[in-house]
């Protein structure tokens, strides 16, 4: 099965990015013990235990760690890679998933990949944890979408 030419929209693959992110199970360990201790910090401010700046300090790392993941880290990695840039064809074929564009193609076999996810506007087949491909899933016209997911389904294990 051969999906059309794709190229990526920004707004669409920092989106992405978010659901990536949101879905490392590091990260969202990270994000409850912050968000924990920062209503832990207004808890003991309202009681007046803690003194207001401890509770700012609380405060500014929470936004801090907010604005990292939601904004900071998705868009340094949307600049960094060239991949966004271009127009591919993705060929999800029996025994391999491969990628082409006027520079030529890639394939990797199906084993290559451990997991794969899915967000509004992608498919996510994930190498490992930190290395991924999306597809977005415009590149298939009308059942041909289903089609893709029946054979994701079919070839990797889904992420939980």
């Known amino acids: 099965m051969t999906s059309n030419l ?9 989106q ?3 659901y990536h992110f949101v879905s490392r199970p590091e990260i969202k360990i990270i994000m409850v013990l912050i968000n924990l201790l920062a209503i832990g910090s ?19 790392l929470w936004f801090l760690l907010m604005i990292m993941y939601w904004f900071v880290l998705p868009q340094v990695i949307y600049k960094q890679s060239a991949t966004f840039k271009d127009s591919f064809r993705a060929v999800l074929g029996k ?29 996510h087949l994930y190498f490992n944890s930190r290395s ?8 298939f016209e009308g059942d041909e979408e289903l089609e893709a ?6 070839k990797i294990k889904k992420l939980k």
Do not use: C
């Open 42 to 60: 207004a808890a003991l401010y309202f009681f007046k235990q803690i003194s207001p700046l401890a509770f700012l300090i609380m405060s500014f």
């Open 132 to 139: 991924f491909f999306i597809i977005p899933k415009n590149a």
């Open 95 to 123: 025994e391999q998933f491969a990628i082409e564009n006027n520079n030529g193609h890639k394939s990797w076999d199906w084993s290559s990949f451990t997991t794969w996810m899915e967000s509004p506007h992608f498919f």
């Open 149 to 154: 997911r029946k054979i994701l389904v079919e």
């Open 6 to 14: 794709f190229s990526y929209s920004k707004p669409k693959v920092i």
């Open 16 to 18: 992405a990015l978010r």
